[in-house]
């Protein structure tokens, strides 16, 4: 029997989503950085914009780990060095860890803040933890240090991405754009 061959692109599911939340995840780290700037009202605003659509990211985020373990991903190209292989599966699980780590200590910060998460203006979503000061400053640190730390390997996988593409030219930029290289 012939064994099945890996994919040559993600699956359009995990295409769909990987570019959906780059949008997102960009979007979130602006609104959040421009936010804790200076104290405008146009900021309130854009934090209820940013706590709706954070739980938005936290809810893809979801799926798209389940889409990760339920279907197959293309093999890196067979020439790269096994640290190198290493180093980009290390870099997606921290990329994971971070995108449910900043939504989570988001909301997280909120509850112990007392104050309300309401989604998209059309409900409340519930506190998990009861109000405490201490845990607001935690939680408040952990966001913003976790922001920083995703915003390093963004850029780092932008640029091993854009190294793939345009100076190795192998197929793994072209796997995430669906293009099989021929
Ligand atoms: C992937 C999801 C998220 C990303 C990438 C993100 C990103 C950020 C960033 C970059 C900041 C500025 C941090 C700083 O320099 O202090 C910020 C601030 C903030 N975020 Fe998020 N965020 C996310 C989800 C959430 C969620 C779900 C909530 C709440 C429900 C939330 C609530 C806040 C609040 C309240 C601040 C202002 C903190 C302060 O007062 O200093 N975020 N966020
Ligand atoms: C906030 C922005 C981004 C995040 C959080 C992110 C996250 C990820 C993650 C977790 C993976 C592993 C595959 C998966 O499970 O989906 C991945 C793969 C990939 N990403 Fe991104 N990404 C972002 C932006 C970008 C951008 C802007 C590019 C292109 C310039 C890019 C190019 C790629 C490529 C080519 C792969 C496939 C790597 C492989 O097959 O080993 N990503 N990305």
Known sequence: MQAMSKPTVHSTPARIIHWA????????????????????????ELLAIHKSFGVVALLLVIWRLIIRLTHEQPELPKDLAPSQKRIAHLSHVLLYVAMFA?????????????????????????????????????????????????????????????HHGLIRKDSVLQSMLGKTKD
């Open 21 to 44: 939340m780059a949008l997102l995840i960009w979007s979130l780290i602006f609104a959040g950085l421009s936010m804790v700037q200076s104290l405008q009202t146009w900021q309130v």
């Open 102 to 162: 900043m939504p989570i200590s988001g909301y997280l910060m909120q509850n112990a803040a007392g104050r309300p998460i309401e989604f998209f203006g059309l409900f409340t979503l519930p506190a998990i933890i009861p109000v405490n000061l201490s845990a607001y400053g935690f939680f408040r640190e952990t966001h913003s240090w976790i922001a920083w730390g995703l915003v390093a390997l963004v850029v780092l996988h932008i640029a091993a991405a854009l």
